[in-house]
């Protein structure tokens, strides 16, 4: 039901003109939204402007914009990844653990990196051998990979890192605000822009995600493809844990616990439908900003920390709900004479 | 002897055998596990408020949907029985029941409306009311708490005493599931949230009334949830602002271990009920045999996909028997 009429809006978009296909996109209103709170912001929020903002700003959302990336793709083809989280706790323990025992960080992280490999690995085994929902499976993997980065480590914390790796983590481009961990995450999200938008591979995301046996039927590897999606989000996750660790220049079980929340509801806000097969990288990205920025500037403003969850919520809902109006709206404006009638009265005669 | 097969059969047994070994292994171990008058009683209490939750998350998951939402509705509940006791003095209890109830279920209907009158899947939905409900609790609640002195005697006792060594909490936990049980097996209306979940569009053609049962199914939710919150209030003492958060994915966990399919259409509420009473007899079980408290989040883990992959090779054997029938006749 819903893929039909997903399929039925694309054609139906692509008989407008090309400008209203750029600007009347749901990408275009997350990025109009952005700039929006980042003017205001600037103006009615003291010290907003200053470049520390930006170096907190990206430095606190670099472990969600970074796992955000593989999310996206995974929710395109309409599975869900909801062990995210405990990946980056299971791989900021395995860091930790690793370099306590001895191990220089280099190889601790390339190991924390293969550790985020076969969790993701795991996750694609179940879903796409097994035949499994992933929503029910990344539950239970969820709950292991947490046990088993608090099974190993406990209560107890690595502190003891590397300085050379610690103050990586939080140094910025020499002559910028903009923190080098930036440039990771740009290298990592062209990557993924290019592999989703600009491939073969990623044009069979989006058919898997309109209809998973029409894409069969094209020739598109559907298993293959999300097991590879799997294993990205696993090491991505990784990646964003060994990033976390070294921020805080802390290795704990609990890291990151419940940031697979975050993540997916920045995804949604991007406006990536949940039923796949629609949404890109750059509604994403500046989803992510949108939700960091918000937060910042309430900071800033005073408001407490907490009225972020309630924002991230409302924004959440209602940027479904609104699409999901003008929806409604356009098929009801649709009806008198539209297509559905003249199909409905030959149908008669 | 049909009553028996079916019972031998039935996806909970499998469940329940796993739940009564976990007690038999951790009560050899030490027999105080089960044989002493705290032991006993906590094998029963602990699970009785995730046991309501996992009830309604059943029901949810039963229509093909999910409630995330249920953690901070229980905590909005449970501080809202905090305020009611400060605020109101001399309250009776029965009346704190009722508004937490209601406050649950009216949460619920909000969900319920979204899902059900925009079409937004439930997943989207509820995630944004998690964050919604937990942040307008946390704004409520500040850095405020409720201590077990703000509360009278007779509504602490609940979540504490017995009647006839059987707690409070756990009888009334029990009649939730033997009425939430009674409904969805006999009732048209808990038929027709099964109907709704094997296919919500043939539910529809059929003339079945899905966005009300829909919104039914999260009313439910939201008012169980409501209900844990006065019990999770009266049963710990103190409320803060982070009361009952991450509850909602061992809701979900105990629902699907229960053999809740998680694309709606079958299971029970008594196999959730009994996935609940699973999860957390095992944390309690895990340090008796010597396992470390920390891996029991794992075992949990391990637990919840040993019973969907465990799902998934009953209903291909099934599958196989059925096409076996048909070519037979």
Not at chain 1, 300 to 307: E, G, I, Y
Not at chain 2, 238 to 244: E, F, P
């Given at each position: 039901?819903t893929?039909?009429?997903?399929?039925?809006?694309?054609?139906?978009d692509?008989?407008?003109?090309?400008?209203?296909?750029?600007?009347?996109?749901?990408?275009?209103?997350?990025?109009?939204?952005?700039?929006?709170?980042?003017?205001?912001?600037?103006?009615?929020?003291?010290?907003?402007?200053?470049?520390?903002?930006?170096?907190?700003?990206?430095?606190?959302?670099?472990?969600?914009?970074?796992?955000?990336?593989?999310?996206?793709?995974?929710?395109?083809?309409?599975?869900?990844?909801?062990?995210?989280?405990?990946?980056?706790?299971?791989?900021s323990v395995?860091?930790?653990?690793?370099?306590?025992?001895?191990?220089?960080i280099?190889?601790a992280?390339?190991?924390?990196?293969?550790?985020?490999?076969?969790?993701?690995?795991?996750?694609?085994f179940?879903?796409?051998?097994?035949g499994?929902?992933?929503?029910?499976?990344?539950?239970?993997?969820?709950?292991?990979?947490?046990?088993?980065?608090?099974?190993?480590l406990?209560?107890k914390?690595?502190?003891?890192?590397?300085?050379?790796?610690?103050?990586?983590?939080?140094?910025?481009?020499?002559?910028?605000?903009?923190?080098s961990?930036?440039?990771?995450?740009?290298?990592?999200?062209?990557?993924?822009?290019?592999?989703?938008?600009?491939t073969?591979?990623?044009?069979?995301?989006?058919?898997?995600?309109?209809?998973?046996?029409?894409?069969?039927?094209?020739?598109?590897?559907?298993?293959?493809?999300k097991?590879?999606?799997?294993?990205?989000?696993?090491?991505?996750?990784?990646?964003?844990g060994?990033?976390?660790?070294?921020?805080?220049g802390?290795?704990?079980?609990?890291?990151?616990?419940?940031?697979?929340?975050?993540?997916?509801a920045?995804?949604?806000?991007?406006?990536v439908?949940?039923?796949?097969?629609r949404?890109?990288?750059?509604?994403v990205?500046?989803?992510?900003?949108?939700?960091?920025?918000?937060?910042?500037?309430l900071?800033?403003?005073?408001?407490?920390?907490?009225?972020?969850n309630?924002i991230?919520g409302?924004?959440?809902?209602?940027?479904?709900?609104?699409?999901?109006?003008l929806?409604?709206?356009?098929t009801?404006?649709?009806?008198?004479?539209?297509?559905?009638?003249?199909?409905?009265?030959?149908?008669?005669? | 002897?049909?009553?028996l097969?079916?019972?031998?059969?039935?996806?909970?047994?499998?469940?329940?055998l796993?739940?009564?070994?976990v007690?038999?292994?951790?009560t050899v171990?030490?027999?105080?596990?089960?044989?002493?008058?705290?032991?006993?009683?906590?094998?029963?209490?602990t699970?009785?408020?995730?046991?309501?939750l996992?009830?309604?998350?059943?029901?949810?998951?039963?229509?093909?949907?999910?409630?995330?939402?249920?953690?901070?509705?229980?905590?909005?509940?449970?501080?809202?029985t905090?305020r009611?006791?400060?605020?109101?003095?001399?309250i009776?209890?029965?009346?704190?029941?009722?508004?937490g109830?209601?406050?649950?279920?009216?949460?619920?209907?909000?969900?319920?409306?979204?899902?059900?009158?925009?079409?937004?899947?439930a997943?989207?939905?509820?995630?944004?009311?998690?964050y919604?409900?937990?942040?307008?609790?946390?704004?409520?609640?500040?850095?405020d708490?409720?201590?077990?002195?703000?509360?009278?005697?007779?509504?602490?006792?609940?979540?504490?005493?017995?009647?006839l060594?059987?707690?409070?909490?756990?009888?009334?936990?029990?009649?939730?599931?033997?009425?939430?049980?009674?409904?969805?097996r006999?009732q048209?209306?808990?038929?027709?949230?099964?109907?709704?979940?094997?296919?919500?569009a043939?539910?529809?053609?059929?003339?079945?009334?899905?966005?009300?049962?829909?919104?039914?199914?999260?009313?439910?939710?939201?008012?169980?949830?409501g209900?844990?919150?006065?019990?999770?209030?009266?049963?710990?003492g103190?409320?803060?602002?982070?009361?009952?958060v991450?509850?909602?994915?061992?809701?979900?966990?105990?629902?699907?271990?229960?053999?809740?399919?998680i694309?709606?259409?079958?299971?029970?509420?008594?196999?959730?009920?009994?996935?609940?009473?699973?999860?957390?007899?095992?944390n309690?079980?895990?340090?008796?045999?010597?396992?470390?408290?920390?891996?029991?989040?794992?075992?949990?883990?391990?637990?919840i996909?040993?019973?969907?992959?465990?799902?998934?090779?009953?209903?291909?054997?099934?599958?196989?028997?059925?096409?076996?029938?048909?070519?037979?006749?």
């Open positions: 039901m893929t039909g009429t997903t399929t039925a809006r694309t054609y139906k692509y008989g407008q003109p090309l400008w209203r296909r750029i600007l009347v996109t749901r990408e275009a209103a997350v990025i109009g939204a952005l700039i929006l709170v980042i003017v205001v912001a600037s103006f009615s929020v003291r010290a907003f402007a200053k470049p520390i903002t930006m170096t907190y700003l990206f430095l606190d959302i670099a472990p969600i914009l970074l796992i955000a990336l593989p999310m996206t793709l995974i929710i395109i083809t309409g599975e869900i990844d909801l062990s995210v989280a405990s990946i980056v706790g299971l791989s395995t860091l930790g653990v690793l370099h306590q025992g001895g191990m220089p280099e190889v992280g390339a190991i924390a990196l293969v550790v985020g490999l076969v969790a993701g690995a795991i996750n694609g179940l879903i796409t051998v097994v499994l929902p992933s929503l029910a499976v990344t539950i239970g993997t969820l709950a292991l990979y947490r046990g088993l980065a608090v099974g190993l406990g209560t914390a690595v502190t003891e890192f590397t300085e050379f790796w610690t103050d990586l983590a939080k140094s910025k481009i020499p002559g910028t605000a903009i923190p961990v930036v440039i990771l995450i740009v290298v990592i999200a062209i990557i993924f822009a290019v592999l989703l938008h600009f073969a591979f990623g044009r069979g995301i989006y058919a898997i995600g309109l209809s998973p046996e029409t894409a069969r039927f094209s020739g598109v590897r559907v298993e293959r493809t097991f590879i999606l799997f294993m990205l989000s696993g090491v991505v996750s990784a990646l964003a060994i990033y976390y660790t070294l921020r805080f802390s290795a704990r079980g609990d890291n990151a616990t419940g940031l697979e929340l975050s993540v997916i920045a995804v949604l806000l991007g406006g439908s949940i039923f796949g097969g949404g890109a990288l750059h509604g990205i500046a989803g992510v900003l949108l939700i960091g920025t918000l937060a910042s500037a900071r800033l403003a005073n408001v407490t920390s907490d009225v972020i309630i991230t409302t924004l959440l809902v209602a940027s479904v709900v609104i699409t999901s109006f929806a409604w709206l356009r009801k404006r649709a009806r008198p004479g539209g297509k559905r009638t003249e199909t409905l009265a030959a149908a008669k005669s | 002897m049909r009553v097969g079916n019972f031998v059969k039935a996806r909970e047994t499998g469940i329940l796993a739940l009564l070994i007690i038999v292994v951790a171990k030490n027999p105080s596990f089960l044989f002493s008058s705290d032991g006993f009683r906590d094998l029963l209490l699970p009785s408020i995730l046991l309501l996992a009830v309604g998350q059943a029901i949810v998951i039963i229509t093909r949907n999910v409630d995330l939402s249920v953690g901070s509705v229980l905590g909005l509940t449970a501080y809202l905090g009611l006791f400060i605020d109101v003095p001399g009776p209890i029965p009346v704190v029941f009722l508004a109830i209601v406050f649950g279920g009216l949460l619920g209907l909000v969900n319920g409306a979204l899902v059900a009158f925009a079409k937004v899947p997943l989207v939905i509820t995630l944004g009311t998690l919604a409900y937990r942040g307008i609790n946390v704004l409520w609640t500040g850095s708490r409720i201590n077990a002195s703000d509360m009278p005697k007779d509504f602490l006792g609940l979540g504490t005493s017995s009647l060594y059987i707690p409070w909490l756990t009888i009334i936990a029990i009649i939730v599931l033997v009425a939430a049980g009674w409904f969805l006999t048209r209306a808990g038929r027709e949230l099964y109907a709704i979940g094997s296919d919500p043939a539910a529809n053609l059929y003339g079945l009334k899905v966005t009300q049962r829909v919104l039914v199914a999260f009313v439910l939710s939201g008012a169980l949830a209900l844990a919150g006065v019990l999770y209030a009266a049963r710990y103190t409320v803060n602002s982070q009361a009952g991450n509850l909602e994915l061992q809701a979900v966990g105990a629902a699907v271990i229960g053999g809740v399919a694309f709606g259409g079958s299971g029970t509420v008594w196999g959730a009920a009994i996935g609940a009473f699973l999860l957390l007899t095992i309690r079980a895990l340090p008796i045999v010597g396992v470390q408290d920390f891996w029991q989040r794992a075992v949990v883990g391990v637990l996909i040993g019973a969907i992959v465990l799902d998934r090779v009953l209903a291909r054997r099934q599958a196989r028997k059925l096409v076996e029938m048909r070519d037979e006749s």
